[in-house]
């Protein structure tokens, strides 16, 4: 992937999480961050080529939607809903509440 950068430049490149062609690997884009950086390419250029570019290009779909709608901290800080929805039901063959 750098060799395709240093030859083409990251202005119309981009790198997404399906760009494998065997074994997937999940930690790929930033295996590719992280080798960009070792080889010289700035903060700017990762974040053009794994963030910008792709979001430029999918966003020319018109189906792009980067707005994420708020959700209220359930524990901790994290927004994982935990234990038994709000309404009180529970989930298929989920056990009975104890007394």
Do not use: C
């Not at 750098?2 to 999940?26: E, F, M, T």
């Not at 590719?32 to 010289?40: I, P, Q, R």
């Not at 290009?57 to 994420?68: A, C, M, P």
């Amino acid at each position: 992937m750098v060799a395709i950068l240093r030859a083409h430049g990251p202005k119309q490149v981009l790198v997404n999480s399906a760009a494998d062609w065997g074994k997937s690997d999940p930690l790929k884009t930033r295996k590719v961050a992280d080798l960009m950086l070792a080889e010289g390419f700035t903060e700017d250029d990762v974040d053009l080529v794994l963030w910008r570019n792709p979001v430029a290009f999918y966003g020319l779909s018109g189906r792009l939607n980067l707005d994420v709608a708020a959700t209220d901290a359930t524990h901790e800080g994290n927004s994982i809903l935990r234990g038994a929805p709000k309404d009180g039901s529970r989930p298929s063959g989920a056990p009975a509440a104890e007394a």
